[in-house]
């Protein structure tokens, strides 16, 4: 019991990160039908950004750790925001229009392009942060037998749930929120009744890059190291998380990173860390056999 | 057609001169010049294929025209002179005495209902079906939102400022709604309701983004006579309280001749006749038209009215015309 409860926490820790970057890929494609495969390089950059702007306060020696966890927050977050926004101006916006493959292989040579640029910027070796936030709440201690929630978890959980509960609220309560959701519908519809969609779908990659770069940065603290190279797997399991879902749905967006994120971690601990990928992707197909839309997708509905 | 100057020639909201839009080699509307009065509900009508909608999507800026221009007037009695050096300084937009002018062939298409203030509706209905109908209406005036709502984090974070704005944009809302009866329906969505009120909800979302012209792509397709009724008290309306000048395509005779200031009568892409609903009703070439008789026959009907003879129409070549049409 106290195992499994242990492994839930770590669970839901991952499974947080994996949902926060999976809105990204969600909301992408409700917008604009697209699957963003530079988005898991977003990620990665945002982390990347993250660590540059750590090692940068502490050389000017803020050492304060809240106000560094916050300063970096905002970094990240504005820095990545920028990376986004220029990755749909000059890859994706001209071929808009174009053919629907096109996108999509230009997203795929951004990726690429993404993960070479960090390579040969920052080198291919790993980087290493030392542990920032340590310590935690021990909520069972029996017999050897400890639970515990590391105060870095908490802070992992906390800061997704309150980005979910601002996010719910600004797609469904604000004008740029229902912009949105216009132009997801119908475009050309949008845009007769004075929507700039350009514009709105600019801030929809800004949109998932912040939350990719909150992403990152909760990767650089909780894990300690970072290369160039994990945007991909993380990429593809958010991307997995966000299809698990119902793609196109925020809530299942969450709900599938949450369910890839307990489905790994139970799995390598009552199994094998071997095949945890394995069972992850299993777990995919399956429900993708039995609700071909993802768990909260709405079924398809062909668009003229 | 007369020669006198017309009550839409003297102050035209919209004035649409030489337009002719190709695509490839056909050529949909040919030289086209036309006025739309301010204040006046104005329909454009023609057999099917005349090019009424490629005309609707010229001004809207669905299409750009190939050749033309296109002047939306906003303020009384602005002159033709101030027009010509509008469109001499290269600018899309600009002000002038009494008013300004927008060029909207030189606009993309979210500016001209944005800052021109032309709405549009189609023949095909766009609601945002998975949107509430409130919802569709609130779209619909996100341009107030936007800006005091400092595009978004005033309003993520609840500011007095645009709190006001959203009230005042739902207030808007709900007016619509009650003249349209579809208030009780508000929390549904759009794509629940039934047709004649997906219908009205479509007029209510234009008149929701604040426009000075309104383009209604047949308004009264597909209602019963009852709701037929219902758009022209709802379109008269539109143009007494609201101020707000109407262009609509129509095929429904009854809808147009009772509400119509002024009709303009499109075929293969050419204005046949301009007037009002008894000159357009009485012109022979309207009646050719619609009737579908050959070109000489045209010419000999207008020959036998300007002789005054009395003119019969053979019953045999009409019916043939028309079937070879339809």
């Given at each position: 019991m106290e195992y499994f409860l242990q492994q839930l926490i770590n669970g839901i820790t991952l499974g947080s990160i994996y949902g926060l970057i999976a809105i990204g890929y969600t909301m992408v494609y409700g917008i604009?039908?697209?699957?963003?495969?530079?988005h898991g390089e977003i990620f990665m950059i945002g982390s990347f950004i993250a660590l540059t702007a750590f090692l940068a306060l502490a050389a000017l020696g803020i050492t304060f750790l809240p106000l560094v966890l916050l300063i970096i927050l905002i970094v990240a977050m504005v820095f990545t925001a920028l990376w986004g926004w220029s990755i749909e101006r000059v890859a994706y916006r001209p071929l808009r229009g174009s053919f629907r493959l096109a996108p999509l292989i230009t997203a795929i040579g951004m990726s690429i392009f993404l993960q070479n640029f960090v390579q040969v910027t920052q080198g291919a070796r790993v980087k290493p942060l030392p542990p920032q936030v340590t310590g935690g709440i021990t909520l069972i201690d029996q017999g050897g037998t400890v639970v515990q929630i590391s105060y870095m978890q908490l802070i992992i959980i906390a800061t997704t749930t309150v980005l979910m509960i601002g996010f719910s609220f600004l797609i469904s309560r604000t004008s740029l929120g229902r912009q949105q959701r216009a132009c997801e519908q119908d475009q050309k519809m949008a845009s007769l009744l004075g929507v700039n969609v350009d514009r709105t779908i600019s801030l929809t990659f800004v949109m998932g890059a912040c939350l990719a770069a909150v992403a990152g940065l909760m990767y650089l603290l909780y894990y300690g190291v970072i290369d160039f190279y994990i945007g991909f797997l993380a990429g593809v399991k958010a991307f997995t998380a966000a299809v698990l879902g119902g793609i196109g749905s925020l809530p299942g967006a969450m709900l599938g990173g949450l369910a890839i994120g307990l489905i790994e971690t139970f799995w390598s601990g009552y199994f094998s860390v071997e095949y945890k990928d394995v069972a992850a992707f299993s777990i995919l197909v399956i429900v993708l056999i039995f609700m071909p839309s993802g768990l909260l997708g709405r079924p398809e509905v062909e668009k003229v | 057609m007369s020669a006198t100057t017309s009550a839409w020639m003297l102050d035209p909201v919209l004035k649409v001169e030489h337009l002719t839009m190709r695509f490839g080699g056909l050529t949909a509307i040919d030289n086209l010049s036309f006025e739309v009065g301010r204040g006046h509900i104005t329909a454009l009508i023609g057999p099917n294929g005349a090019g009424k909608t490629t005309v609707f999507n010229c001004v809207t800026g669905f299409y750009k025209p190939t050749e033309g221009r296109i002047s939306l007037r906003r303020g009384r009695g602005i002159d033709d002179a101030a027009v010509e050096e509008l469109t001499k300084s290269g600018q899309q937009f600009g002000n002038v005495a009494n008013g300004s002018v927008y060029l909207l062939e030189r606009m993309p298409d979210f500016k001209i209902t944005e800052v021109a203030g032309v709405a549009r509706t189609f023949q095909n209905i766009r609601l945002f079906?998975?949107?509430?109908v409130l919802e569709n209406l609130l779209v619909a005036q996100h341009n107030r939102l936007m800006r005091a709502s400092g595009f978004t984090f005033a309003g993520l974070l609840g500011l007095p400022g645009y709190r006001r704005a959203a009230e005042a944009a739902k207030d808007n809302a709900i007016t619509w709604l009650k003249h349209t009866n579809l208030l009780d329906r508000a929390d549904d969505p759009a794509a629940d309701l039934p047709y004649g009120a997906q219908r009205r909800l479509e007029i209510a979302r234009a008149m929701c983004t604040g426009p000075a012209l309104l383009c209604l792509d047949?308004?009264?397709?597909?209602?019963n006579p009852r709701e037929s009724a219902e758009l022209n008290t709802l379109l008269r309306y539109i143009r007494d309280e609201h101020d707000v000048s109407v262009l609509l395509i129509e095929h429904d005779m009854g809808v147009v001749m009772e509400i119509s200031d002024h009709i303009i009568v499109l075929d293969y892409g050419k204005k046949i006749s301009d007037g009002t609903a008894a000159e357009v009703r009485n012109d022979p070439k309207v009646i050719a038209a619609y009737l579908g008789v050959d070109d000489e026959e045209v010419d000999a009907v207008e020959e036998d009215l300007a002789a005054g003879l009395p003119h019969a129409t053979s019953p045999s070549t009409t019916t043939q015309a028309q079937e070879s049409r339809s």
């Open positions: 604009i039908g697209m699957i963003n495969f530079a | 079906g998975g949107m509430t047949e308004p009264a397709a597909g209602l």
